[in-house]
Structures are given as structure tokens and as C-alpha cells.
């Protein structure tokens, strides 16, 4: 329990209750930290339980208030693979790798929480043709074009959250040694 109790815990854990919390504020449709939150919680907690559990329990609390839908075990699981991808950020956390594993983790958001869509709802048919509608019409919340009517969206929100999350702790460990991993 000794880890529970320095800044490095302290600090990664509050960047991410932070962030959930965020989702309470106004924003733009799917403009959301929730990738960030897993990639960085697998990257950054040295102990892989706290990586799933703290990063989860953030979102819980704040889907307490926001309210809760029939994906919602889909959503959480593509949460801990998420995670996982943030594991193989540990060693090497690159600009280049976490924008990779920051489309990665929008990719695998939109496939498998659109098929818990289709899947778990009537609004298409239990066909492939339905399966490719319920996708069809789920790309406006993950494609920017400069013609939508959503300006920001889901890939744009989560390389951006990715970009300040593992840029600021970066920036932090520079400047408060306490927040190096011993």
C-alpha cells in the first residue's frame, strides 16, 4: 500500500479522476478523454491492477451522474484493452507511439462499441448490411472532415487528450523530481 501514498501515485491518479470528471462539463459530442485515460493509466502505473481499477473507477464515478446504457460492459471492456495498449507505452513512450496507440485505441472503441450497438439494439437488422449501417451511420462521431456538423469528434478528442495527458506528466517529471519512477 506504500505506492498509494506518494506524489507519483497521487499526481497520475488525479490527472485521471480530473479527466473523467471533465466528461461532466460541456463539450463536444464524443470530445472525450476516455482513451487518454486508459493509455495513460497502462502506461504510467507501475502496478497493472491500479492501471485497470483507478482509470475504471474514474469512469464509474462519473457515469454515475451521466447515467448508464445497455453497451456499457462493452464500453468498459474496450476500456481494459485500451490499458493493455497503454502497457506497451511503459518503456518507450514516443510521440510517435502514443499517437499510434492513441488511433489504435479510437479504432478499437468505434469497432467494438458500434457492433454492441448493432447488436444489442433493434435500430438495425441482424444482417451484415445492418452491421455495415449501424457502422455507416457511426462514422460522423469518429471521422473529421472540415464539412461536418461535428467539428470535433471521438479521434480528434482522444489524440488530443493523449497529447496533453502524457505531455504534461513528461513536462512534470522535468520539473518535480518526486515524480520520477524509482
Same mark, same amino acid.
Given at each position: $500500500? %506504500?505506492? !498509494? ?11 485521471? !479522476? ?15 478523454? *476516455?482513451?487518454?485515460?486508459? !493509455?495513460? /493509466?497502462?502506461?504510467?502505473? +507501475?502496478? %497493472?491492477? &491500479? ?8 469512469? &464509474?464515478? =462519473? #457515469?454515475?451522474? *451521466? /447515467? ?13 484493452? *485500451? ?6 507505452? @511503459?518503456?518507450? @513512450?514516443?510521440?510517435?507511439? *502514443?499517437?499510434?496507440? =492513441?488511433?489504435? /485505441?479510437?479504432? &478499437? ?11 444489442? +439494439?433493434? =435500430?438495425?437488422?441482424?444482417?451484415? =448490411? /445492418? ?11 469518429? #471521422? ?5 456538423? $461535428? !467539428?470535433?469528434?471521438?479521434? $480528434? ?17 522535468? @520539473? ?5 519512477? %524509482?
Amino acid at each position: $500500500m %506504500k505506492s !498509494l501514498f506518494n506524489p507519483r501515485f497521487a499526481t497520475i491518479s488525479g490527472m485521471i !479522476l480530473l479527466a473523467a470528471l471533465s466528461r461532466l462539463l460541456p463539450h463536444p459530442p464524443n470530445f472525450a478523454p *476516455i482513451t487518454a485515460i486508459a !493509455l495513460f /493509466g497502462g502506461a504510467y502505473f +507501475s502496478d %497493472k491492477r &491500479l492501471a485497470f481499477l483507478i482509470p475504471i473507477l474514474a469512469m &464509474l464515478l =462519473s #457515469d454515475l451522474i *451521466i /447515467g448508464f446504457h445497455t453497451t456499457m460492459p462493452f464500453v468498459y471492456g474496450c476500456f481494459a484493452l *485500451i490499458t493493455l495498449i497503454g502497457f506497451r507505452l @511503459k518503456e518507450n @513512450k514516443s510521440a510517435g507511439r *502514443i499517437a499510434l496507440a =492513441s488511433v489504435a /485505441g479510437s479504432t &478499437l472503441f468505434f469497432v467494438i462499441t458500434n457492433f454492441a450497438v448493432w447488436a444489442l +439494439s433493434s =435500430s438495425y437488422p441482424y444482417s451484415i =448490411s /445492418g452491421l455495415i449501417a449501424c457502422y455507416a451511420a457511426a462514422v460522423p462521431f469518429y #471521422d473529421y472532415t472540415p464539412f461536418s456538423s $461535428m !467539428l470535433l469528434n471521438t479521434f $480528434m478528442g482522444d489524440v488530443f487528450f493523449s497529447a496533453v495527458f502524457f505531455g504534461a506528466f513528461a513536462i512534470a517529471e522535468q @520539473k518535480i523530481p518526486a515524480l520520477i519512477r %524509482k
